[in-house]
């Protein structure tokens, strides 16, 4: 099965594996930068309080409906929707689908330059790789992001308001800071999934690391020993990858106290870390981020 | 326009289309000095009058005139007549409200959980928002708290960092609701002491309580809620000593 004359010959090949290993960095990293603006943006959307039917659930001289089709329709609110239908689509379709679809249809018309990242990696299909991850992990990482902002007392945006703060800056000093870091741990299991799954671009010719070993593959003929790079090389990216989250979670979580402290433990965390590794382990549903199926390969 | 702070007309605040009422038709005056105290049963809308009072709770009906200007409206016309947006975070800057759960941010010390508002809001300079912050700290005992984690203070303290944190928006009327519901019994006491400095300053506040010997020694007035409604209004002495309503009588028989 292995030799060490396959070793030797996929060794000949190694400048591939590195050049695989920096363009599954650069994907992984684009992709979490934008998956991440695209989660906060549909978080924001998923919760925020737009309803221009408002006034349907209004009867005539200016009180509230007790219920009724009326009631339910002013409880619309479109933006919300929108964000609810995307998120749905890209949990609920392969990453393989949404990908080729990106590349084939969605950008399969648009003229990229012929400019090489880093001098090897090719901008045509680098680019449809990092916007189908990117679309593709917003959706998981939006539903994190609105647990996480969900898991903060009531009570803090309360006392935000009250001091005079804006919505916008109980966000951006209160909310977020607080939210962050009970997401952490999620965000921490996305950004290894994310890593992982970019394997998944090499279908579309991403010189990434499963690039590496298929071409290997073509020009030796060993299957086995370029597999066992590629799972090395891995593995040294996404291990060090979830400690160093793991470091910065434990810094962060200096203070750290729901409910402004009525001597509650840190229960909302404990049950959001239960949620990721329930999901990871491909557990039972419930209190899960990701309610409604496993994400696919 | 007029003369008290705060001018309530027939606050409403319904649900379930007037199913239930948790505020229903209350009018009230606060002065400029005035320590309102409000008591009643559980249920009875005194939190949710409380609350309203800076739209934490949207009411249904009726108006709060607030320094002249009513903040349930949306727009309101200004000095020339012209139509304005009504910027709700502006009057929130100017009363302070303290909660029964002290709401302290956990992720910031108690400095800056003090100075945030005082310098994004108001945008004061750093160093003139911590001495502040010091002064009022000072005055409650706890200036060398100020760099710990409100989880690293017992309950007192958290409610006494809570009122200073509010004081230093300078506000003109300060909300209490409930402050000392959550405290362990032996904590009630440097809470209300506080108040009662406070009071004694000239401040004006309005406090939702279950402390009758605070209504009774600080309130100058006093008013009984029930059911949404204001069933009795008067001073400390009319209240406990010579109260009308039957519900009023009933409720003090139970809690004296």
Known sequence: MFTAAGFAKTWEYITLFKQGLICTVALSLLTVIFGFIL????????????????????????????????TL???????????????EIFRATPMLVQLFIIYYVVLGDVDFPSYKLFGFIRFDRFVPGVVALAMNSGAYLSEIIRAGIQSIDGGQTEAARSLGLSQVQNMRFIILPQAIKNILPP????????IKESSICYTIGV?????????????????????????????????????????????????????????????????????????????PEGFSFHAGGEKEE | MSQHLIQVTDLKKHYNRGAIKALDGVSVNIDRGDVMVIIGPSGSGKSTFLRSLNLLEEPTGGSIMFDGIDITKKKTRNADGKLVKVDIDQHRQKMGMVFQHFNLFPHMTILDNMTLAPIQVKHMNRAAAEEKALNLLARVGLQDRAGAYPIQLSGGQKQRVAIVRALAMEPEVMLFDEPTSALDPEMVGEVLDVMKELAAEGMTMVVVTHEMGFAREVGNRVLF??????????????????????????????VL
């Not at chain 1, 906060?40 to 089709?69: C, K, N, Y």
């Not at chain 1, 329709?73 to 998120?87: D, E, G, I, Q």
């Not at chain 2, 001073?235 to 519900?247: A, S």
């Open chain 1, 39 to 70: 989660a906060l943006v549909l978080a924001v959307m998923r919760l925020s309080d737009i309803r221009p039917l408002r006034f349907l659930a209004l009867t005539p001289d200016g009180h509230l409906r007790e219920q009724g089709f009326l």
């Open chain 1, 73 to 87: 329709l002013s409880r619309f609110n479109p933006v919300s929707f929108l964000a609810t239908v995307y998120v």
């Open chain 1, 187 to 194: 965000i921490a299991n996305e950004f290894v999934t994310i």
């Open chain 1, 207 to 283: 010189q990434e690391i499963m690039y590496a070993v298929t071409s290997t593959k073509g020009a030796t003929y060993r299957i086995a020993e370029p597999l066992v790079v590629a799972t090395v090389v891995y593995f040294c990216l996404t291990f060090p990858t979830s400690k160093i989250i793991a470091y910065f979670e434990r810094r962060m979580s200096v203070g750290d106290k729901r409910n402004g402290g009525d001597g509650k433990p840190k229960k909302a965390r404990m049950k959001i870390r239960q949620a990721s590794i329930l999901r990871s382990q491909g557990g």
């Open chain 2, 225 to 254: 809620m029930a059911d949404g409604k204001l069933l009795e209004e008067g001073t400390p002495e009319d209240i406990f000593t010579n109260p009308q309503h039957p519900r009023l009588q009933d409720f003090l028989s139970k």
